[in-house]
């Protein structure tokens, strides 16, 4: 079977409004200027990057598990020389890396799972080797808040540098914006000690013999004014599934192949709703991923239209009902427009 691969140097996830794309280390930074998390298309991190004892571990495996979920698998540290005309060792000698932590002793899995209202990591570490590992593992984190479209067009920085508030166990970083009070709170999970910089978050993990410890970040973005954007996030979870369940089944005995295939794109679609206004608004469809999570009227309405043989025309529904709403009601006529407004000539 033919892969094709589209922007095949990014990962990416999403759920609503939240958007997270990823280089294929799992890494958000300069080298993929769209890279980072996001909320309502304005980058709440665009710096997300692991280490352990200062060095990035290395990668064994990228997975896109669902469309709000990727995993990774790494190990630490990598082997430098190898023997036996394989990937390994070819002798039984242990060797170790500048440290004195034994080549493949720990392995790790991150998953990043994008909710509705903000970014969840988590890092399962194990021991691997016959002796106590002991080592540093950070994240590096930095935010600039821009949005998407400058992002795309590699405009960092130009929204000026965020105000960094590491007191505590949580990293806080706030723009400086005059009108826009975004705010990115980062809390650190799993066992302590954590030592919390302007950024970084970093642990020191202690692991016997195949003994593992889960690590790490709850990331959560604020609305334009600085306050947690949605009080009812459970609701419009609720909402959402309950729309998913009821979405057509296809079945197709003789060709399981084109079955798959349909049922991927069923999916798809079901990972699109924004859940974003009013209750009988939140299925409205976004425009696409990775450049346009948004609202565009032509692509929610063609998606949703297209869609109704799955859900009774639930999505366009919701769609045409906030794009009503943001229609204007308002009719100018010659002689009483506002001082300084171009009249529209009907």
């Known amino acids: 079977m033919s892969l094709v691969l589209i922007r095949p140097g990014q990962l990416y996830a999403w759920r609503g409004s939240s958007f997270l794309l990823v280089n294929t280390r799992g890494d958000c930074g300069l080298d ?4 980072g998390y996001y909320f309502r298309e ?22 896109v598990v669902e469309p709000d979920l990727l995993a990774f698998t790494y190990t630490y540290p990598e082997l430098t020389e190898f023997g036996g005309g394989g990937s390994g060792q070819s002798g039984d000698d242990i060797s170790s890396d500048a440290d004195g932590i034994p080549h493949r002793a720990l392995s790790l899995r991150a998953l990043y799972a994008v ?8 890092m399962s570490i194990r021991n691997h080797c016959t002796r106590r590992v002991e080592a540093d593992v950070r994240w590096i984190l930095d935010a600039d808040f821009a949005d998407i479209q400058e992002a795309h067009e ?36 799993g066992p302590g000690p954590w030592h919390v910089s ?25 609305g334009a004014n600085g306050e947690v954007p949605f009080d009812d996030v459970e609701a419009r979870e609720e909402h959402l599934r309950r729309w998913k369940d009821g979405l057509a089944r296809v079945i197709i005995p003789a060709n399981k192949l084109a079955e798959r295939i349909l049922q991927a794109n069923v999916r798809d679609l079901a990972s699109f709703p924004l859940l974003e206004g009013a209750p009988d608004e939140w299925l409205t469809l976004q425009a696409g991923m990775p450049l346009y999570p948004a609202l565009f009227g032509r692509d929610t309405l063609t998606a949703a239209w297209q869609a109704a043989c799955l859900d009774h025309g639930e999505a366009l529904d919701a769609s045409l009902t906030r ?24």
């Open 32 to 35: 993929e200027p769209l890279s």
């Open 323 to 346: 794009l009503g709403r943001m229609e204007s009601d308002r009719v100018y006529e010659w002689g009483d427009e506002e001082p300084g407004r171009i009249p529209y000539q009907w």
């Open 115 to 122: 909710s509705i209202a903000g970014l969840t990591v988590s």
């Open 42 to 63: 304005a980058r709440f991190l665009s710096t997300l990057r692991l280490e352990v004892n200062t060095r990035s571990p290395w990668l064994c495996e990228a997975t």
């Open 198 to 222: 302007e950024s970084t978050i970093t642990t020191r993990v202690a692991l016997e013999p195949q003994q593992a410890v889960v690590l790490g970040l709850q990331v959560s973005p604020s």
């Open 154 to 189: 590699d405009r960092r920085g130009v929204r000026g540098d965020p105000g960094r508030d590491a007191s505590g166990t949580s990293l806080t970083l706030t723009s400086q914006h005059p009108q826009l009070a975004y705010r990115t709170a980062i809390v650190p999970t």
